[in-house]
C-alpha cells in the first residue's frame, strides 16, 4: 500500500500528529508481511488492506499517542496475546526507545512476530514464546487487546505491572465495569472513545505504589 493511502487511512487516529518516512515504511512492510502471512496462520479476521491499517494500525496508533506522555521514551512495555503485533508493534513504532516484550506461545505466531521485527529492524523488541503466566518479569506498561476470556486474562495482565506501572486496555466499552471491578486497586483513567468505532475504547490503568 502506497504511503499517500496508509497516511489517509490514519488520520482519524493521529489527528495533527504525522508519520516519518521512515514509520511509513515500516507500517507499509508490517502490513505486506501480514497480507502475505495471514491466510496460512490466521493472523486476522480482517482481508482488506485499508481496514486493517485503520482497525489496527489505527488503534494502535492511538493508543500509543495516548500513552506517549505518561511514560518514560525507555520504559518497558509487554503485550501477551501479540498475535499479528498489534498494538504493540506499532506503540514501539511511535515510541522508538521503548524496550518492548511479545509474549505468544503459539510457534507459528512467534514465528510471524520475529519475522516482523527482522524485517522492520528493530532494536529491543523480543518475542516470548511462552503463556503469560510463564513470564516471571514485570513491566513498566502492560497491554492487552481483544483477548479471549477477559475476566481471566486481566488478573494475569495486573500481575506483569510493576508498581507505579500502567495497564493499558484497548477493549469494549461493555468491559469497563468489568476492568473497574476486577482490580479496583488501579486508579482508573476515563475511558477514551477509539475514533471510527461506536463501542471501542482505550482504558488506562495506574497500578499503586
Given at each position: 500500500?502506497d504511503?499517500?493511502?496508509?497516511i ?5 487516529f ?5 508519520l516519518?518516512t ?10 505486506e508481511l ?6 496460512h496462520?490466521?493472523?486476522?479476521s ?6 486493517i ?5 489505527g ?6 499517542r495516548k500513552?506517549?506522555?505518561l ?16 498494538p504493540g508493534?506499532?506503540i ?16 507459528k505466531?512467534?514465528a ?6 527482522r524485517?522492520l529492524r528493530?532494536k529491543d523488541v523480543?518475542?516470548a ?10 513491566a513498566d506498561v502492560v497491554t492487552?487487546r481483544?483477548v479471549e ?7 494475569i495482565a495486573q500481575?506483569?505491572?510493576r ?7 484497548l477493549?469494549g466499552?461493555q468491559?469497563v465495569s ?9 486508579t482508573w483513567q476515563?475511558?477514551?472513545h477509539i475514533?471510527?468505532s461506536s ?6 490503568g495506574?497500578a499503586?505504589q
Open positions: 500500500m504511503s499517500a493511502r496508509i489517509e487511512g490514519l488520520a482519524p493521529l489527528q495533527s500528529s504525522a516519518s521512515e514509520q511509513l515504511a515500516q507500517i507499509s512492510a508490517h502490513l501480514l497480507l502475505k502471512w495471514n491466510p496462520i490466521n493472523l486476522t480482517i482481508r482488506s488492506a485499508d481496514l491499517v485503520s482497525r489496527h494500525f488503534e494502535s496508533l492511538f493508543a500509543a500513552l506517549k506522555s511514560i518514560s521514551p525507555a520504559a518497558s512495555l509487554v503485550y501477551f496475546g501479540s498475535g499479528a503485533g498489534f508493534l506499532p514501539k513504532l511511535w515510541i522508538p526507545e521503548l524496550h518492548v516484550t511479545l509474549i505468544e506461545s503459539r510457534h505466531k512467534a510471524f512476530l520475529n519475522e516482523v521485527i524485517t528493530l523480543a518475542v514464546n511462552r503463556r503469560a503466566e510463564e513470564l516471571g518479569t514485570q492487552l481483544a476470556k477477559f475476566e481471566l486474562a486481566l488478573p500481575r506483569l505491572v508498581p507505579g506501572g500502567k495497564l493499558a486496555l477493549i466499552s468491559q468489568a476492568a473497574s471491578s476486577l482490580l479496583p486497586q488501579f476515563a475511558p477514551d475514533p471510527l463501542s471501542r475504547v482505550l482504558m488506562i495506574h499503586p
